[in-house]
């Protein structure tokens, strides 16, 4: 991929990461934190139920990396599946005796393209995953 294009879908990616961790993580490790603090005073509980009770604490917090982590890795598959398609684009029109800087206009065509049309998926992909964290889901 063209290393501005890359830089934008990065860029784009990285601030939707900051603003979920901002906007909505932080809120949940607050919680985690607080709720496994509460599970350690319990000084009548066993080990094994305070181990328990940490977990139980966690759990939300890990529900919602694994979210965005799954959904990350889907845009990104997207992403590539696109690129992917451009390069073949571009490996079959060389087969067929187009002149090199014809196709590469064309790849970088196709390219950009790709990228701008899954930059266009990133603010429903991001209201997506900050439904699911306010909902816990």
């Given at each position: 991929?063209?290393?501005?294009q890359q830089l934008r879908v990065q860029e784009a990616v990285e601030a939707m990461?900051?603003?979920?961790?901002?906007?909505?993580?932080?809120?949940?490790?607050?919680?985690?934190?607080?709720?496994?603090?509460?599970?350690?005073?319990d000084?009548?509980?066993?080990?094994?139920?305070?181990?328990?009770?940490?977990?139980?604490?966690h759990a939300p917090l890990a529900q919602a990396q694994a979210l965005v982590t799954?959904?990350?890795?889907?845009?990104?598959?997207?992403?590539?599946r696109c690129i992917m398609h451009c390069n073949?684009?571009?490996k079959d029109s060389m087969d067929t005796g187009s002149k090199e800087q014809q196709v590469k206009r064309q790849l970088?065509?196709?390219?950009?393209?790709?990228?701008?049309?899954h930059m266009y998926l990133i603010p429903t992909m991001t209201k997506k995953m900050k439904d699911s964290l306010s909902t816990g889901k």
């Open positions: 991929m063209a290393e501005s990461v900051k603003g979920l961790e901002r906007e909505n993580i932080r809120k949940m490790q607050s919680t985690m934190f607080r709720c496994s603090a509460s599970c350690c005073e000084s009548q509980a066993s080990m094994q139920q305070v181990h328990q009770c940490i977990e139980h604490c799954s959904e990350l890795e889907k845009f990104q598959d997207r992403l590539t073949d684009k571009a970088e065509s196709c390219v950009t393209k790709c990228v701008d049309d």
